[in-house]
């Protein structure tokens, strides 16, 4: 049987043009007119007209004293585009280290006085511990909360627990903020944390802290409590390959 022939691509011919117009302007630093975008780009005046003023309307061109610059509206793409970038870095690192130890991992910061969990990597065999009590709140009963924790002055730790009181939240947690307190102190800013049923039973986690940027990071994994013999032997494989992590890891808070 004959092979149909591949039918071509279907172009729309003004976002070509537009493209070329934005190409056009983007080579000339301190703006070009009308004209010579639209000779450079190789369009009828008159269409080029009506391109420049929709660019220019949707922001993605200002027209300054008879010239045309790119306007904000490309710069936010393009910074799109490299947040996209780093969370995609973010989350191959975090793959990696989900297939070479073979349990869940964890990636959180903490800024503007929360923590946040900004990704995480499982598989159905080692399945994430599900936030069954609001993650934020309870930083005081998950390894990834308490090493974080660990990382703040005093000033940041007690304004963190005005807002987020000390309270069991299983019979294995922290029972109150003076013996929260004191376990941080004990723990240190850089030794990993080790939490087992605190904050769900039945699971044991492990943190170790981190720095992006002159925010407090950490990076944590989990395991059901039955395997827990596992749980140093992987944190430490973990917290010997933080250097190379950290690279990956090097992207804007933004994200």
């Known amino acids: 049987m004959a092979t149909a022939p591949h039918a071509a691509p279907t172009l ?34 008159p269409t ?39 969370r995609s870095r973010l989350e191959e690192s975090l793959h990696h280290w989900r297939d070479a130890l073979g349990v869940p991992v964890y990636f959180a910061l903490y800024r503007e006085g929360e923590i946040d969990l900004v990704a995480y990597a499982d598989s159905p065999h080692a399945p994430a511990v599900s936030e069954w009590a609001n993650f934020r709140e309870t930083g005081h009963a998950h390894a990834v909360g308490q090493c974080l924790l660990s990382q703040l002055d005093d000033a940041a730790l007690g304004d963190h ?72 032997p992987a944190v430490e494989q973990l917290r010997s390959g933080v250097g190379g992590l950290l690279d990956a890891l090097a992207f804007s808070i933004s994200i």
């Not at 537009?18 to 630093?29: G, K, P």
């Not at 660019?55 to 027209?63: A, P």
């Open 48 to 86: 080029a007209y009506h391109l420049l003023r929709t660019l220019t309307h949707e922001g993605y061109l200002l027209r300054e004293k008879g010239v045309f610059v790119l306007g904000g509206a490309v710069e936010r793409l393009a910074v799109g585009g490299a947040v996209q970038n780093r």
């Open 161 to 232: 627990l005005d807002r987020h009181p000390v309270q069991p939240v299983t019979r294995y947690s922290v029972s109150d903020r003076r013996a929260l307190v004191e376990r941080l102190a004990a723990t240190g800013r850089t030794q990993p944390v080790v939490e087992r049923q605190e904050y769900a039973l039945g699971t044991v986690c492990a943190a170790i802290p981190m720095m992006v940027g002159s925010n407090a990071a950490a990076m944590a994994i989990s395991l059901p409590l039955h395997q827990q013999e596992r749980l140093l």
């Open 12 to 45: 729309i011919t003004s976002v070509q043009r537009a493209l070329r117009l934005l190409e056009a302007a983007a080579s000339h630093r301190d703006g070009a007119p009308a004209k010579q975008l639209a000779r450079e780009a190789g369009i009828p005046l």
